[in-house]
C-alpha cells in the first residue's frame, strides 16, 4: 500500500513564495510508485490539503489529517517539510509532528531551532573550531552605534535578519550612514538583527544527507554572481552562474565535504542539508550558514549537486522517507 506523504509547504515569513516553488519541485520528484503526495500549505492560520483535482480541504490540526467532499479522511504517514522559514525551520513544526508521532523529513526540534539562529548557530560551530565571519547580534530594542560596527566589524559588512532567508532584508553596507538604515530594515523580516563581517573570496555550497545505510555528500557548487552580493535577484532570478562541480581543486573540494559531514553530526541533522562557505585566501574555508530545508525547484543547489553526482532526486527523497521507517 502506498503511503500518504504531505509535502508542507508556505509558512510565516517573506520566504513562502520561495517555499510553495520548493514543494511543486518535490512533488514533481516524488516515486508515485510508491508515494501519494500531496502538497499542504501553512499561510497563517490556515492549513490546507490541496488534492490533485485542485480541490482544497482544510487541515484538522488535531491529528494533521483531511477530510475531502465524499468523506474520504486522509491521515498522513509522513512529512516532508519544505517550509524557509518559521515555523518549518526552526523547530516549531517538527515540535508538532513529533507530538502526532508523524515521521519527517528533516532535523529535529533543537537542531532546527539551533541551525536557524545565525548567530547563535556560527558562535556554537565556531567553539568547534569552524571559521565563521565575526558578528554582532541585534535583539528588538537594542541598538548599536556607527562607529561600534566601524571597530568592531569593518566596512563593507552585512546586515541581515538573524532569523530569515533567501536574502530578504539583507544589506551589504559600505558607508556609515547606511548603517542604521540597514537595521532598520533587516528588523522587518524579524525580531533578531546580526551584523557580520564582509567575507571575500570563492563562494561555494555543498549539500549532504544521512540515512542508517549512507552517508552522501553531494558534489559542490560555485556560486558566480555579478551583483553586489548572492541576492535574491541572484538565487531566484537567474543573475548568477551556478558552476556544479566547482571550479577548486580535488583536495579542496574533500576537505569542503569532510567539514560538511562533521556540520551534520556536530548539529545532529537529518534529511538533506545544505552549507554555504566563502574560500578565502590560501584555501581557508569560512563557513556562513546551514540551511537544514534547502530550495528544492528543480534549478535549485540540491537537485544540481544530485544530478551532477548521477543520482536520481526520487530515489534520495525515497532514501530519506524510507529511512525514517527503519529506525
Known amino acids: 500500500m502506498k503511503k500518504n506523504i504531505a509535502i508542507i509547504a508556505g509558512g510565516y515569513s517573506s520566504e513562502w513564495t520561495v517555499s510553495l516553488k520548493s514543494a511543486a519541485g518535490i512533488k514533481s520528484f516524488m516515486d508515485n510508485s510508491l508515494y501519494n503526495s500531496t502538497i499542504v500549505t501553512i499561510l497563517g492560520n490556515e492549513w490546507k490539503a490541496t488534492c490533485e483535482n485542485g480541490e482544497e480541504y482544510p487541515i484538522d490540526k488535531n491529528d494533521f489529517s483531511f477530510t475531502d467532499a465524499q468523506g474520504q479522511k486522509t491521515i498522513?504517514?509522513?512529512?516532508?517539510?519544505?517550509?524557509?522559514?518559521?515555523?518549518g525551520e526552526n523547530g516549531m513544526l517538527q515540535g508538532y509532528?513529533?507530538?502526532?508521532?508523524?515521521?519527517?523529513s528533516c532535523c529535529g526540534v533543537l537542531p532546527a531551532a539551533l541551525s536557524f539562529n545565525k548567530f547563535t548557530c556560527n558562535h556554537?560551530?565556531?567553539?568547534?573550531?569552524i571559521k565563521v565571519a565575526d558578528s554582532i547580534l541585534l535583539r528588538e530594542g537594542q541598538s548599536v552605534s556607527d562607529e561600534t560596527v566601524v571597530k568592531e566589524i569593518g566596512l563593507p559588512c552585512f546586515i541581515k535578519s538573524n532569523v530569515g532567508g533567501s536574502s530578504f532584508g539583507v544589506t551589504k553596507v559600505k558607508t556609515a550612514e547606511q548603517i542604521q538604515p540597514a537595521i532598520q530594515k533587516a528588523f522587518e523580516e524579524g525580531n533578531e538583527v546580526i551584523v557580520e563581517a564582509l567575507l571575500t573570496g570563492t563562494e561555494i555550497t555543498c549539500g549532504a544527507y544521512k540515512t542508517k545505510d549512507k552517508t552522501v555528500a553531494f558534489p559542490i557548487t560555485e556560486v558566480v554572481t555579478a551583483n553586489e552580493f548572492?541576492?535574491?535577484?541572484?538565487?531566484y532570478n537567474g543573475?548568477?552562474?551556478e558552476i556544479t562541480p566547482a571550479r577548486i581543486s580535488d583536495q579542496l573540494a574533500e576537505r569542503v565535504k569532510k567539514l560538511t559531514l562533521a556540520?551534520?553530526?556536530?548539529l545532529g541533522c537529518k534529511g538533506i542539508i545544505r552549507v554555504d562557505?566563502?574560500?578565502s585566501e590560501g584555501e581557508v574555508i569560512n563557513m556562513l550558514e546551514v540551511n537544514t530545508t534547502p530550495g528544492m525547484t528543480p534549478t535549485s543547489f540540491i537537485p544540481q549537486q544530485v544530478r551532477a553526482a548521477?543520482?536520481?532526486?526520487?530515489?534520495?527523497?525515497t532514501d530519506i522517507i524510507e529511512n525514517e521507517f527503519s529506525r
Open 76 to 87: 498522513f504517514d509522513f512529512a516532508y517539510i519544505t517550509i524557509h522559514g518559521t515555523p
Open 124 to 129: 556554537y560551530l565556531r567553539a568547534f573550531g
Open 310 to 317: 548521477g543520482l536520481e532526486m526520487k530515489d534520495v527523497l
Open 263 to 266: 556540520i551534520y553530526d556536530i
Open 239 to 241: 543573475q548568477v552562474q
Open 277 to 279: 562557505y566563502i574560500i
Open 230 to 235: 548572492f541576492d535574491y535577484d541572484a538565487k
Open 97 to 104: 509532528l513529533e507530538m502526532l508521532n508523524i515521521p519527517y
